[in-house]
């Protein structure tokens, strides 16, 4: 699976979702502007000792990620959409995609991909998840699907 997380702003998020992309054996995608410096502390401290076994890959813009994967399934979590992300049959090769915890995915993107569009749902009165969180929520359903393959 294919973890993206377009211009990430808080360091601790995109290190939890670094321990997640390592121990699930899912590449990382991050596509910047990010809002830290990938020395930061707390982004280390976060993803602790599992940076050596992370997929890690970086972009300059959301188009470059596409262009990389031309035949890649790409769905993108939004609080906006319709579909709940149990309502996918997920494939191996996947690609979730997170928007910045401040904003989410910009509209340009939701709109161009609407009928790829996924959400979590959740109460109406409040406005989301954490980002970690819900990369690991929709990521283990990607997972669980595919029967946890090369999982222990």
Not at 29 to 48: E, I, N, W
Not at 57 to 86: I, L, Q
Request: charged letters at 20%; hydrophobic letters at 35%.
């Amino acid at each position: 699976m294919h973890i993206v997380l377009v211009e990430p702003e808080i360091p601790n998020n995109t290190g939890n979702i670094s321990r997640t992309c390592a121990v699930t054996g899912s590449s990382l995608h991050l596509v910047r502007p990010l809002g830290f410096s990938t020395d930061d502390k707390h982004l280390k401290r976060a993803g602790l000792d599992y940076w050596q076994y992370l997929d890690l890959h970086y972009y300059d813009s959301f188009d470059e990620v596409r262009e990389s994967f031309p035949n890649g399934r790409f769905f993108f979590a939004t609080t906006k959409a319709h579909k709940f992300y149990t309502e996918i049959s997920y494939q191996p090769d996947d690609f979730l995609v997170f928007g910045k915890e401040t904003a989410g995915l910009p509209q340009s993107i939701r709109d161009a991909n609407r009928d790829h569009c996924i959400r979590i749902p959740m109460g109406k009165d409040i406005r989301s998840l954490n980002l970690s969180n819900s990369v690991s929520i929709i990521l283990y359903e990607a997972l669980r699907q595919q029967g946890f393959a090369n999982l222990v």
